[in-house]
């Protein structure tokens, strides 16, 4: 192994940021070990700048050009006698009313009842946003696609709808009934009603079972991503920070 | 406590200082690795070898700093070896955070091999629209990239002249940390007619076989294994030194090796001496 | 006939390929309407086990005896997701069992609307159990929007107050691992649910009890002793029935060749 | 206090949302686009109450001078940074992100901490895997069998002979039995939303406005 150490030097304005970013991943890597003060520092740093970080979003994306732009806009266009910039002024003061809301339980308890007023309303249109969709692509479409891979196995079915391929091999009658099987043991598995007992058992038992397996494969399959995440830490401290080139 | 006991309680900082010592030595130390290279990655590197030289690729670029442990090898190497046999290369990415990188990536290597910006490669940045970017890059270019990645108009730049939409390259290469691999396959190939080779992450490339079977895709380099190989083939090929990849991937099989291994003791010592069970069955249980 | 009448007037249109979709909510509302009302009419409903739910009043009553506080985090998702939703139920059930006993309850918030919202949640938990004194307001907090500045804080809570009990309800992301280890490793029981089907490995693994997808949505009702919120429980299980009988019988004639099951739900087009 | 007044909000503007999707008329379409646009608005606002928090929290342990109050101190600078250069300082046309000692705070002090956290998941999913992946009983064997056969099956650990069916065994677990699991889990998933967002609309479950028991 020969080294070429070549370290960021710490006075060179690029140096100084490579050396603080070093500093800070030593800090949370430090975590490893026990909770220490650099790690402490750390952790404040970073709750600090994070939320900082959202504020200056929030300002610059939302209200800058969300609703101060859109005041500005439509309020020239009243100037100039267009109705249209109504709009534009309306729309942003409702959003801001209803966002204030929120504040009342903080400056003004007797108010609080205005505030619930301002819960009901964004849990309720955000539920009913929710259904519609929720039941096409997690209730429709994971039943149709079981049936689909049923049709692909039989000659007759595939033949009549333009979107399947006709499959003939076993393997994919297999497979096909393999999912329709672990769907619906899967789905037995989460019956309320049912007491876990005699044919019901042996269902629910093959459901989680086939659950676990799904479990282990997604468990597996994270492990690389991860690694690669500190390898490129890794590869940060030895060469943006130490210049150690292998 | 006897040892078996010891082999089921590990503590978890040993096995911290285990993982990092697997990771760090492969990175400071990397050998060329003996692996086989798999269908789909020599698939993808003789597709390449065959494009002729002074012809066009166009490079989608669809990844971000977020995913370059996975593709940004690949890019590499491709780059490397486009470059090499003095092909012409248009970068385009339908990633918003993906110019940058592209950007640094490509001056780095086509300094190398004295490559003029303009002439023989250009970076004409990001596209919002997904597969509408793609399916409009089929009748013209130059009207959804009007200007490269630094503003230069499309019409000043010598290389863009003669590059009007698919029929003008040879391949298109997608480098995919998401599903941008279907729009090229449904438009770029389905209703082009280019052809078309791709590389994808670790967690996408099960979705992308079906295509290459079905001859869509001409080559598929898959995750840090497929960039790992496709360093080994540009080692023989161009004697290039394996980089980032090569030493990642010896990382990776490591760090999964030791994972099992752990595994592996634990259960060793857990059937050693059967102990009554925890809370931790009765979760597993229930 | 009605809809040819508001399209003539108000030119208000169907969407299409909404058809089945429709079919589905209506039959579900008619199920809900209809368990809701034996409900309502006196009728209790029987509910197997869930072993993650039996444990919550356990989990709870350790953290009493040891004199240590319980820790809930409703997930880093904002209060337009539903299951954020849900484990703010949860949470209301948890903080009527924790003012009970007099145990502390702290909540780490991510999204400052959900923060607000737990803060009232509690304090009205804390307000029917008559007292509303030993309500904290403070221990209910923001820290950041931040994924992993988010994470980092609450592994300091988790490890610096040692909370005896803990609570991971609602969606996670990649944090899920970070926080349940870290609990885990404090020697803390942790009961999380989520619907976040890739997380659900790492909370398998890292906690005692875990509630898996629909589980989460039954907790609510489960815990809220009430039967005309348990009664929705029945609907579920009503659509789930329906759901399963029209997979098994639609597979056998579509493996016999009929493409009818497909067409109603639309997937052979 | 009545809470009939919330309800009818609640149940009003979740119809309205359920209508959206099924119906295709100019203002109510137009409405539902304005409550999905606007939300950020309320949440941008309600940042204001999260940053008040996290400022009483803080200021509270300084005050007290409890344990580690000189850490709150670090927690001020780091918000104030980020305040100071993304909302009071311009340069030429650059402000906010665009800054460059605001994209120099992002890249050389939040990046990294993020990137760092996150990479702690490789030491954390090793550790997990080992006190978890214990053959106890049938379950707890599948899933280890499992996660070990699709993680020799991503990196060549094992090869030649057998082994080199590695990668396809693993691609067959994630297609069908993960596939199947997924599969059960959504369903019953999709369920569970719909009621309890129905439930909301229908006011059955009014827990967020407190007195659910009536």
New interface residues.
């Given amino acids: 192994m020969i080294f070429n150490l070549l370290i960021a030097d710490p006075l060179s304005p690029e140096g100084i940021g490579v050396w603080i970013a070093a500093i800070l991943t030593i800090g949370i890597f430090s975590f490893l070990y026990k909770d220490n003060p650099l790690f402490k520092f750390v952790e404040h740093l970073y709750v600090g700048v994070g939320a900082g970080y959202i504020v200056v979003v929030a300002w610059h994306n939302d209200i800058a050009t969300n609703v101060i732009q859109p005041l500005k806009d439509g309020l020239l266009a009243i100037q100039n006698n267009d109705p249209s910039g109504w709009s534009d002024v309306i729309n942003p003061i409702m959003a801001c009313l209803i966002g204030s809301f929120l504040f009342f339980p903080v400056i003004a308890p007797r108010l609080r009842w205005l505030t619930k007023y301002a819960f009901a309303f964004i849990l309720g249109a955000f539920s009913g946003v929710k259904v519609g969709p929720v039941i096409s692509e997690k209730l429709i479409t994971q039943v149709s696609s079981t049936l689909n891979r049923i049709c692909a196995t039989s000659s007759e079915c595939a033949a009549q709808s333009a979107s399947i391929n006709y499959t003939p091999e076993s393997s994919a009658l297999f497979n096909a009934i393999f999912i329709l099987i672990g769907v619906l043991c899967g789905l037995i598995y989460f019956f309320f009603s049912l007491e876990h007992k005699g044919a019901t058992r042996i269902a629910a038992k093959t459901g989680i079972l086939i659950l676990m397996i799904g479990f282990g494969a997604s468990f597996g399959l994270t492990v690389m991503g991860r690694v690669s995440l500190l390898i490129d830490r890794i590869q940060f401290l030895l060469v943006d920070w130490l210049g150690l080139i292998g | 406590m006897n040892i078996w006991d010891k082999l ?1 309680s ?1 503590d ?2 040993w ?2 200082l285990v ?2 010592i697997v ?2 030595i492969p ?4 050998k060329s690795l003996d ?2 290279v798999s269908e789909p990655t020599r698939k993808a590197f003789e597709r390449i070898e065959n494009v002729p030289s002074g012809s066009n690729v166009l490079i989608s670029w669809d990844f971000d700093p977020g995913s ?3 593709l940004l090898p690949t890019a590499k190497a491709m780059l490397h070896q486009l470059f090499e046999k003095n092909v012409n290369i248009v970068v385009i990415t339908l990633w918003p955070a993906a110019p940058t990188l592209a950007d640094t990536t490509l001056n780095e290597i086509s300094t190398l091999y004295n490559k003029q910006e303009g002439v023989d490669w250009v970076n004409l940045g990001f596209k919002p629209g997904l597969d509408i970017v793609v399916k409009s890059m089929g009748s013209d270019i130059h009207e959804i990239f009007p200007a490269d990645d630094k503003g230069k108009r499309v019409e000043n730049i010598p290389l863009m002249k003669d590059i009007r939409n698919y029929d003008d390259f040879n391949l298109v290469i997608d480098l995919s940390a998401g599903s941008s691999v279907d729009f090229y396959v449904e438009q770029a190939h389905g209703a082009y007619g280019a052809d078309l080779v791709a590389a994808a ?3 996408m490339i ?1 979705d992308f ?1 079906p295509y290459l079977e079905a001859n869509q895709l001409q080559g598929l380099v898959g ?3 497929g960039a790992a190989e496709y360093e080994k083939l540009m080692e023989k090929a161009y004697g290039l030194e394996p980089d ?1 990849a090569t030493a ?2 010896q ?3 490591k ?6 291994i ?2 592996v ?3 060793i010592g ?2 050693a001496k059967r102990k009554k ?1 925890s ?8 | 006939m009605i809809f040819n009448f508001l399209n003539l007037i108000f030119q208000i249109q169907i969407k299409e390929g909404k058809g089945p979709v429709f079919l589905v909510l209506v039959l579900f509302i008619c199920a809900l309407v209809f368990f809701l009302d034996k409900a309502r009419k006196g009728a209790s409903f029987k509910i197997r086990k869930i072993a993650g739910l039996d444990a919550v009043n356990e989990a709870i009553g350790r953290a009493t005896e040891m004199g240590k506080s319980i820790l809930y985090t409703t997930g880093l998702e904002t209060a337009s997701h539903i299951a954020t939703i849900a484990s703010l139920t949860i949470l209301s059930r948890v903080a009527k069992r924790a003012a009970r006993y007099g145990t502390r309850l702290q909540v780490p918030s991510f999204d400052p609307i959900v923060m607000t919202l737990s803060q009232e949640i509690v304090r009205e938990s804390y307000l029917e159990e008559g007292m509303i004194d030993s309500f904290r307001k403070d221990d209910i907090f923001y820290l950041t929007q931040e994924q992993f500045a988010y994470t980092a804080a609450v592994e300091g809570v988790l490890i610096r107050e040692k909370p005896a009990t803990v609570f991971l309800m609602g969606y996670f992301y990649a944090e899920s691992l970070l926080l349940a280890e870290t609990g885990n490793s404090i020697g803390a029981i942790q009961i999380a649910g989520t619907d976040a089907v890739t997380q659900l490995p790492f909370f398998i693994v890292s906690c005692d009890y875990t509630l898996i997808g629909e589980e989460l949505y039954a907790a609510s009702a489960y815990l809220s002793e009430d039967s005309s919120i348990i009664s929705s429980l029945k609907a579920q299980d009503f659509g789930k029935a329906l759901l399963w009988i029209f997979l098994f019988i639609g597979s056998i004639f579509t493996f016999f060749g009929s493409v009818k099951f497909l067409s109603i739900i639309g997937g052979s087009s | 206090m009545s809470n009939r007044g919330p309800l009818a909000v609640a149940f009003i503007a979740g119809m309205l949302m359920i209508g959206d999707y099924f119906l295709d008329w100019g203002p109510l379409n137009s409405y539902a686009e304005w409550v999905q646009k606007y939300y950020i608005i309320i949440a941008a606002f309600a940042i204001v109450l999260g940053v008040a928090s996290l400022f009483k929290l803080h200021l509270g342990k300084l005050k007290r001078k409890e344990d580690g109050w000189r850490y709150s101190i670090v927690t001020f600078f780091g918000f104030f940074a980020m305040i100071v250069t993304g909302l009071f300082m311009t340069s030429g046309d650059l402000t906010g992100t665009k800054h460059p000692w605001n994209a120099w705070l992002y890249t050389n002090v939040q990046l990294p901490l993020g990137a760092t956290m996150f990479s702690l998941l490789a030491f954390f999913i090793a550790s997990a895997a080992y006190r978890a992946f214990r053959a106890r009983s049938l379950e707890a064997t599948l899933l280890l069998l499992a996660a070990c056969l699709v993680m020799l099956g991503q990196v060549p650990i094992l090869t030649g002979g057998v082994f080199e069916s590695l990668p396809e065994i693993k691609q067959w677990i994630l297609d069908i039995p993960n596939m199947a699991s997924k599969r059960a889990i959504m369903i019953g998933v999709g369920l569970g939303m719909m009621s309890t967002a129905l439930k909301i609309i229908f006011g059955i479950e009014r827990t967020y406005l407190g007195g659910s028991e009536e």
């Fill in positions: 089921q590990i978890r900082r096995i911290f993982m990092f990771i760090i990175l400071m130390n990397p692996i086989n370059q442990a996975e992450t670790g967690v099960g076989y995750a840090l294994v980032k990642g991937m990382a990776q099989a760090a999964h090796l030791a994972i099992i752990f595994i003791l634990g259960n857990f059937f069970t809370p931790k069955l009765e979760s597993l249980n229930k």
